[in-house]
């Protein structure tokens, strides 16, 4: 325990280092440069007891230094803002709790659970608000045993029953969030428990509610670790053969995957990948689930924040709407009768996010069939459109036309009455149709029906009757007629045993869908139309009531009622939510046009966290109303302030507000935007999170990573990139295996670019960095350590090292490029250090490495001789022979003023030289090579480059411990070292690369200039005096005959290397040539 004068000091402290930030901060925008540093250097040391103080409180608090957020999340989208009064005359005709109940009760079947999952929801005594969670979960878990016992096998049901799940898991957490925040923690762990035993009784349906109770859960910090359990339980259940069906895992996968859209989490895409294969099974007949949780995805992708703007999460969140779009679209073409192009040219804009100039008047005349055999599969696509309009609206409201006059133009029956609702609805509110649209709409519904009915046609019948139900409530005039109508049909229909079950069953639906939206076609949540008139009510409720009730009626039929009652009494409950949760979603957008922190995330009373999110939430709010008056102040405060929480552990969440620090942020501010990367990155190592986790680090990270380099330059800054690359082994360990691979090369393309546009290879290095860390920890064999990257992608990694990497290095990190001239050093160097690690294995299988030489990757495929010899044993010599022999052949070009491209051919030939001379080589090698090189000189004359190498292999060779340790040697040493061997050194070809070539040359002159002395001392000792000599003659008076036809520009060096040669048979043999 802390006495009173610890806690008056803490607070002191605490006080005088939040004031001294910010006034320190207020100085650093000071012109004075006296000024300016001693504010600095105040700033570092109070930003240091900051620190300090904020891991005393991390130490002490934990997690518990964290407070949940403020507000919850919607549990309806748009639907929820529809304004005016309700008719409660009409609403208090809808069937109460009770007498749904008594239904399940008497007869416990497959309907009546569902029926009385949607009544557990429902308000007054028997309410999900005035019973305990676990009896809640308990009353679920018997009607999950009667759900497994009698599956529902018409589509539009599945949809409603899928429903019924989800929304008695939004009354499980609405339960929960009751509970005093103390024992929520608790409280949430037995439910999960419990609904995980419910497998034994209900298979595969417990997780589906465990997946439907993850959506449900709001972004409470501290329930986190659980909703992860659940999501690895699910995402793992295919491998431990969790699922009896395809059908189920793939809704459960697109649940979870709803879940993780919320955050934008990279492995999202990597289950939409799982999702697309299971829907590409031709084999499986609907893949009703698959698309409904597509569905899903889309709603929780476009619910959650406006989708305009540039940040990253949005630009991430109309992407994934859009490749959903596309998959549903792609399907719907492939049920057609015959490929439509105007499908596919729509399929093609969609992706893009854009509509063509003729695209509308193509999807207007469109005249659409459909392939027999394939109606379940398609009415499925149709079902998971219903939901998507929302989130097309707001990516592109003439695409959404697009759509919607395609689907309006398929033909009657084939399941379209699902989609005309939401599809009207939302050109509606977008202005894209007018009521007379609506209108005609309806007229053509009711005509249809009308001669459906006449007909006997039933499948067109159920369909137009759905539509004209749910079209009804949209319409701005009086549509008492058709109103009307559809109650008079309802009852015909039910009635009249001309009419098939599976007219009747829609017709139940149809009678909800002239009520309020029906969970799973129209919406994912019961809610009751506004002004719904009490005679209207009144007559379908009645209808259903003598259907249920009817023992001489179909069970198909009696069930299709009953479900319909359940509907009904939840839209009776949900009515009186709306304004509450009209609010809620009211405040989120505000949220979003803004960032709010306490809405986000909320420090302990008191603590010296809160007192810094306060002022940035401050700062941030001075930001996003683009007042400059003092913009120098802000930013520099704000810089400092995220410096301060580099060192704690944050919730994931806190990713939304350095993501508008960003955002909000100019180009030139370039300090803000380097803290918000440090501190991003920061949030990237492991470390202690108990209650929430930093996934929305890594998932702002990963967008980041996947930006073009102009964008996110604009977004980070120039500078901040190379933070990102450093953070290469932080964030690959957070992947999905999937994403890993996708990432790396993203940000190796962003690093090559930057030393394209910008000059700079910053980037480059510490991505190299980066990739040599990952591999050092990957190959220490402790036996107590856990593994932190997975094998395939490690693989992965090395294949990279070898391919592109070592590709894009020879081009970019060459002696030819001025960028890398000062530079290169530190990158190959990294770069030859991750390919020691490299498994041979894994080498040998590099075409790159194994391409055929030239001028291109020549550098830097002699720097890494010496990895690759010893890695091929018995070929080390052969390798670098082979590199040997392509500098010896190349000819040395003339002077040619100056010409850039003959400087960068000299450059590069002169410092591979310099790298390859130096790899280690016995005597035998030594000797072998330079007859190699002689013999080449011999065929292709003295202008080629041998003469150079020779001199610096032998100069290097000299300068070893093989001649230096030698005794035998007694020629005195100033007659053969002169300036060359002064400079000679290992790594000599990083240091001269820089020099200027005219600079190179001379140097090499140097060396061709003690040639023949060294040259004729290791001949004696290698007995390869005669053979040497012999050659050395004849290539000498070779270049004597071409004395007179060398040009002025080439005379020099030619004399240069007949002097050399001269002086080599003369210092072997004695003899003078000329």
Not at 54 to 83: A, C, Q
Not at 170 to 198: R, Y
Not at 577 to 588: A, D, G, H, M, S
Not at 697 to 708: H, W
Request: with cysteine; aromatic share 6%; hydrophobic share 40%.
């Amino acid at each position: 325990e802390y006495t009173l004068p610890e806690i008056t000091s803490f607070l002191a402290l605490k006080s005088n280092s939040v004031h001294g930030l910010y006034s320190a901060a207020q100085f650093l925008k000071s012109h004075d440069v006296g000024m300016y540093n001693n504010a600095k250097d105040v700033a570092k040391d109070i930003l240091l007891l900051c620190r300090k103080l904020l891991l005393f409180e991390d130490e002490v608090h934990g997690s518990f230094l964290f407070r949940g957020l403020s507000i919850r999340n919607p549990k309806v989208g748009p639907s929820m803002t529809n304004e005016g009064r309700v008719s409660k005359a009409g609403i208090s005709q809808l069937p109460d709790a009770v007498d749904v109940k008594n239904m399940f009760e008497e007869d416990p079947r497959s309907a009546s659970a569902i029926a009385f999952l949607y009544a557990m929801g429902s308000t007054g005594s028997n309410s999900s608000t005035s019973q305990p969670t676990s009896e809640l979960v308990l009353q679920i878990s018997e009607c999950f045993y009667d759900l497994l016992n009698e599956p529902l096998v018409d589509l539009a049901f599945q949809a409603v029953q899928t429903s019924s799940m989800m929304y008695d898991m939004n009354v499980v957490w609405a339960s929960m969030e009751q509970a005093e925040e103390s024992t929520k923690h608790t409280l949430f762990n037995q439910v999960v428990s419990d609904v995980e035993g419910w497998a034994s009784n209900s298979g595969e349906y417990a997780y589906v509610a465990l997946a439907a109770l993850a959506l449900a859960v709001d972004d409470d910090p501290q329930l986190w670790s659980f909703i992860t359990k659940i999501q690895n339980t699910i995402l793992g259940g295919s491998d431990n053969y969790l699922f009896a069906s395809e059908d189920a895992m793939v809704l459960c996968v697109g649940m979870v995957a709803a879940k993780l859209s919320r955050t934008a989490d990279a492995q999202v895409s990597e289950l939409i990948d799982v999702i697309q294969l299971s829907l590409s099974d031709n084999s499986r007949q609907t893949c009703f689930w698959g698309f409904f949780g597509m569905g899903l995805m889309v709603k929780n992708l476009a619910s959650r924040s406006e989708l305009s703007g540039s940040n990253p999460s949005k630009v991430w969140r109309r992407r994934t709407i859009q490749r959903l779009l596309g998959i549903f679209m792609t399907e719907f073409d492939a049920c057609l009768s015959e490929s439509n192009s105007t499908v596919r040219e729509l399929v093609d804009c969609l992706k893009m996010g854009e509509s063509s100039d003729d695209l509308l008047c193509m999807c207007e005349e469109i005249d659409l069939s459909i392939l027999v055999g394939v109606d379940q599969k398609f009415k499925s696509i149709l079902i998971g459109l219903a939901h998507t309009f929302f989130a097309l609206s707001a990516i592109n409201v003439k695409l959404m036309k697009c759509v919607a006059c395609t689907l309006i133009k398929l033909p009657w029956g084939s399941g379209k009455g699902f989609i005309m609702h939401n599809a009207y609805k939302a050109c509606l509110d977008a202005e894209m149709f007018q009521q007379e649209d609506l209108s005609n709409a309806i007229l053509d519904c009711t005509d249809v029906l009308r001669k459906a009915i006449a007909d006997g046609s039933d499948m067109i019948c159920s369909d137009a009757l759905f539509a004209l139900a749910s079209l009804c409530s949209l319409s701005t005039a009086n549509v008492q007629t058709e109103t009307s109508l559809v109650v008079e049909t309802i009852q015909k229909v039910l009635s009249d045993v001309s009419f098939g079950n599976d007219c009747k069953s829609i017709s139940a639906l149809a009678g909800c869908a002239i009520v309020g939206q029906v969970p799973g076609l129209t919406s994912f949540t019961p809610l009751a139309h506004q002004l719904v008139k009490k005679e209207v009510s009144l007559s379908v409720v009645k209808v259903l009531n003598e259907t249920a009730s009817n023992d001489s009626e179909e069970l198909k039929c009696r069930d299709s009622a009953t479900i319909g009652l359940g509907v009904l009494c939840a839209m009776k409950s949900s009515i009186r939510r709306v304004r509450k949760n009209r609010l809620v979603f009211e405040k989120t957008k505000q949220i979003d046009r803004g960032v709010d922190i306490e809405a986000i995330i909320q420090a302990r009373d008191g603590s010296v966290l809160e007192s810094i999110l306060h002022e940035i939430q401050a700062l941030l709010r001075m930001k996003s109303q683009h007042s400059h008056e003092d913009a120098a102040a802000t930013n520099n405060k704000l810089s400092v302030l995220f410096s301060s929480l580099e060192l704690i552990a944050m919730p994931g969440s806190f990713s939304r507000v350095i993501e508008m620090a960003l955002s909000t942020t100019s180009r030139n501010d370039a300090e803000v935007k380097t803290s918000s990367v440090s501190l991003l990155v920061s949030q990237l190592k492991s470390r202690r999170r108990i209650g929430f986790d930093g996934r929305g680090f890594v998932d702002l990270s990963t967008r980041l990573a996947k930006m073009p380099y102009q964008e996110l330059t604009d977004l980070i800054g120039i500078g901040s990139l190379p933070i990102i690359t450093k953070a290469i082994p932080d964030l690959l360990n957070q992947l999905p295996t999937s994403v890993c691979e996708g990432v790396l090369k993203n940000l190796w393309t962003l690093s090559q670019d930057e030393i394209i546009r910008n000059s700079s290879i910053s980037s480059t290095e510490a991505f190299l960095l980066g990739l040599k860390k990952i591999m050092l920890d990957a190959v220490k064999n402790d036996p107590g350590s856990k593994q932190t990257i997975s094998p395939a992608v490690l693989r992965a990694l090395q294949k990279a090292t070898i391919g592109y990497i070592f590709s894009d290095l020879c081009k970019n990190a060459s002696p030819s490029n001025p960028v890398c001239m000062l530079n290169s050093e530190n990158i190959w160097s990294s770069y030859i250090r991750c390919l020691e690690i490299i498994p041979v294995a894994v080498i040998s299988e590099s075409d790159v490495l194994k391409s055929e030489i030239n001028l291109g990757n020549i550098y830097g495929i002699a720097l890494c001789a010496r990895v690759l010899s010893s890695m091929s044993g018995s070929s080390a010599s052969n390798r670098t022979r082979k590199i040997e022999t392509f500098i010896a052949c190349q000819n040395y070009p003339g002077n040619s003023n100056n010409d850039i491209r003959v400087i960068d051919q000299i450059r590069a030939v002169l410092v591979t030289s310099l790298a390859i001379a130096p790899q280690p080589q016995s005597e035998t090698e030594m000797k072998e090579s330079v007859m190699n090189i002689f013999e080449i000189m011999l065929v292709q004359g003295g202008k080629t480059f041998g003469l150079e190498l020779l001199a610096i292999k032998v100069a290097f060779w000299w300068e070893s411990l093989h001649v230096n340790e030698q005794s035998s040697i007694n020629v005195p040493v100033q007659r053969v070292t002169k300036l060359s061997s002064f400079l000679i050194a290992k790594n000599i070809c990083f240091q001269f690369q820089s020099l200027p070539c005219d600079v190179l040359i001379q140097f090499y002159d140097a060396c061709i200039a003690d040639l023949p002395f060294k040259l004729a001392l290791l001949c004696g000792r290698w007995r390869i005096s005669d053979d040497v000599s012999n050659r050395a003659k004849r290539i000498c008076n070779d270049g004597i005959r071409l004395r007179a036809t060398t040009p002025k520009s080439e005379a020099r060096r030619l004399e240069n290397s007949l002097t050399c040669l001269r002086d080599i048979v003369q210092f072997i043999t004695g003899e003078m040539l000329f």
